[in-house]
């Protein structure tokens, strides 16, 4: 079971908070043993802080984006469930991947949530799109997308997605304000959805 510290309680030994591992023998029923991610054990027990005693854990299957944040992983999924999410916060969860066939998408996906934030795409054109998409979810959302002149997706390949590997983030004229995650991601075909390693 993945399990995320939640404490620093000994920094030298690996527990500290945000750390993430495996657990590998339980000793007792509020006592395990803990596998780092950097392969140092760690003996997880109760602690009390202001007259609580508690396991300084969490589940570590999954995180926020702003935890995430910097770190590197095998595969991810990004769960789009907020209404608003922050700008570029799925620019920053993608990136997370090395490849992206890892990456899987769920929920209302946005083209605002691919936007580098004060990065190379960060003109006044796309600042435009990018508040007025978060500010409403109507159909005018399309109208001022379609009628920009200039705008790119996050990895600098074409809008129209020509010969490029790189999925467009570009809708068609077809569809309503959301995007669909399988065209962001290519066809299903091309997403590795086994659970083998």
């Known amino acids: 079971m993945r399990m995320r510290l939640t404490q620093n309680i000994d920094k030298d030994r690996g527990f500290v908070n945000g750390n993430t591992g495996t657990v590998r023998a339980m000793l007792r029923s509020d006592v395990f043993l803990l596998q780092s991610d950097q392969g140092l054990p760690i003996l997880v027990h109760p602690v009390t802080q ?30 789009f469930d907020r209404r608003l999410p922050d700008r570029g916060y799925g620019y920053v969860g993608l990136s997370r991947a090395k490849r992206r066939q890892d990456v899987f998408l769920l929920g209302r ?16 054109e796309q600042n435009q799109v990018s508040v007025f998409s978060e500010s409403t979810h109507s159909s005018e959302e399309m109208d001022i997308i379609e009628s920009s002149t200039e705008t790119q997706s996050p990895r600098g390949s074409s809008p129209t997605g020509s010969t490029s590997e790189e999925p467009s983030f570009e809708p068609s004229t077809n569809e309503d304000s959301s995007v669909d995650p399988y065209r962001l991601m290519g066809s299903q075909s091309d997403c590795d959805l086994s659970t083998s390693s």
């Open 50 to 79: 202001q007259g609580r005693k508690f396991l300084p854990v969490s589940y570590g299957w999954a995180t926020t984006i702003r935890r995430a944040q910097g770190a590197t992983l095998d595969k991810v999924g990004l769960w």
């Open 109 to 124: 996906v946005r083209r605002t949530d691919w936007r580098a934030v004060n990065g190379e795409n960060d003109n006044s």
